[in-house]
């Protein structure tokens, strides 16, 4: 019986990373002798890579924490005029961190945090923007990226973090915000770079990034691979190995007419961390705050099994561009992509629900499994450019999307998976390896149940399309007002094959139909050139089934609860704001305070109704700073303060009691009051430059009862790099300086996620 859906080649990695090792000694010494002649023709390094991180061969200044223009042609003016909250953490800022997923280059964002997967939620991704959930926001260069997953940077350029609600940019959802990765591209010019990793916890990490220019310079092919293994610092048994290749080849570089065709593909093989469990006192607490993870006395204390527990993923991703000037100030683009994603796991929670923890001392170990694939078609068409008329500058952008998708989840059939009758009286394999010590787990025990798959599920498909425009106009050189519109339809039907149960109705076919209007206005006074101050307003809409399959969020198209006539949730923004480049251009200073409005949002009244009767909103204030103080001093920071409160709310997710009005007032799940991060270096020599920085998030609840929680917590890391030569540098990272027990997700029952312990890394990195 085989429990994997996904084929993996255990040996794939470490195949990859020879071939990676033996491609950077192999291009080390055919250009080595090239090398002083090379950076001496060139006015600028082409480039700045290192094995830790993703590498750039973008023709700007790839020193800079300052970002003027975002990627996305639906952004139709520069950011300093642009009326909104939007963060850009750049590649510098990436190489620095030594990041090397999504969820550490976001660590330098206030105002994110992520949520557990659970409960409907797929491992992954979970990001929580301003207190709202955005798993399905997304963007991997302006087009939604769909399905669960754990996202790699190796192929990504720049990250790109907008804040309040944007569904006129992207469709459905972004209530709080949205994400959207830009994906390295060919360049016109020849480069290679790669590097190496070796840290802490048998940490490796080996990438190479080439781009190679032919057919008299008009055409370019670019190659990114990446692989990656380690244990975590703190966490006994949890391991990490994956591999990733990005092919992509454009024509026509530097003519009307641009074709770009690109590929991305990625696996996994985990032993994913189980969390730890909330110390429950008992099975109804209600009081706010009351129950934080309890690590038995060690925060290295791991509670899934070796034997039981895995998680393998999978992406593939084709896309091809086309991209046309018509004439000098109107350029025409097709975009059409295909993606495929896959999840495949059984993992351990530590469920603590039953009083274990408590009355003996033991954990439930809770197997909790997912078997998913989604499909994603998009094709987006795209016109953009400017224009005079009646006296007045346009800058605009519109476009059609049309997308088709499709989810199917199942699981496996785990036995046993149950508290023991009595409960967990004993720790180890005389209860089959269900039960393990609170304070002395053992990852080894054995463990002597069944797996089989289980392909009763749910296939969830979607069909949107939508027309959108957006302008910015020029009223005057002191005035600017921006404006967008869009107009989506969402059509969306679940098919579930669960056998019919006391909370599941039948088998069943659920649809539903939505069709909603976003718009966004801005009106921005420029002081000066390089300033700006704003007001604006903006929308989204949020439909039922919106995620696809792909996640929880109260998502009514289930045969779990009845949700028929759902209409869209509805958000707004009022957000007033300020702008300032300073230091002639290089630093970029900001800030905003905003409230944003959620209303109609599903809420369940009883144990098979939603209905939209919902309320939330959150006041808050942000401030931020990027780029050069000095030529020598760096800075990436910023400050968000988010003051949520639920206005209306629904049942009690915490033990499934429907207490009406008892959440209301409490604060939003995932929604730190306070969050801060700072980013700082500072180049002592033009060879030796030193870093760090600071990381501070508040108490997070986990639920809206506001009954389980984690603590807030100050990181602390610290980076070093030195320049050997011309085209090889060394850098060292400390991350968690201090070694702080922390934790950087919160479930609404049962356990929290902590984080790595002290990690050091030491990077070696060539560019020629």
Known sequence: MSRTIIKTSASSPRLLASAIGVALGASSVAHLAQAAEDTEQKGQRDSISLGATSITGEEQDATSYQVEKASSQKYTAPLV????????????VLKDTAATSLQDALRTVPGITFGAGEGGNPQGDRPFIRGFDAQGDTYLDGVRDTGGQSREIFDIESIEVSKGPNSSFGGRGSAGGSLNLVSKTPQARDFTNGGFTYGSDQTRRYVLDVNRQFLDDSAAFRLNLMTHEQNVAGRDAVNYDRWGVAPSLTFGLGTPTRVNLSYYHMESNDLPDSGIPYGYSSSTATTHGHDKPNDGGDSNNFYGLKDRDFRKTRADISTVSIEHDLNDSMTLKNTLRHGSTGQDYIL????????????????????????STTTTTTNQTDLFGSFQALGFKHSYSTGLEFTGEETRVSSYTISPNANPTGGCTVAGGSQGGQCTSLSNPNPDDAWNGSIARNYNGTNTKATSRAAYVFDTIELDPKWLLNVGLRYDTFDTEANTNAVPSATVKARSKIKDDSQFFNWQAGLVWKPVENASVYASYATSATPAGGLVGEGSDGNPLSAGAASSDLQPEETVNYELGTKWDLFHDRLSLTAAVFRTEKKNTRILVDALTYQNAGESQVDGIELSASGKITDQWQVFAGYSYL??????????????????????????????????????????????????????????????????????????????????????????????????????????????????????????????
């Open 643 to 768: 003051d949520s409160e639920l206005v209306k709310a629904g049942r009690n997710g915490r033990n499934g009691v429907i207490s009406a009005g008892s959440n209301e007032g409490n604060q939003m799940p995932n929604t730190p009051k306070n969050s801060f991060s700072l980013w700082t270096t500072y180049a002592i020599t033009p060879k030796l430059t030193i870093g760090g920085g600071a990381f501070y998030v508040d108490d997070v609840y986990g639920d809206v009862g506001n009954t389980v929680y984690v603590p807030s917590y100050t990181r602390y890391d610290a980076m070093a790099s030195y320049k050997l030569t011309k085209n090889i540098d060394l850098q060292l990272n400390v991350q968690n300086l201090t070694d702080k027990t922390y934790y950087d997700k919160a479930f609404s029952t049962h356990f929290a996620n902590q984080a790595a312990g002290r990690t050091a890394l030491v990077s070696t990195s060539f560019h020629f």
């Open 81 to 92: 005029d642009t009326p909104r909250s939007v963060t850009v953490v750049p590649q510098q």
């Open 348 to 371: 351990t929670q530590p469920d603590d629900s039953k009083l274990n923890v408590n009355r003996f001392g033991t954990v439930w170990r809770r197997a909790n499994s997912r078997v």
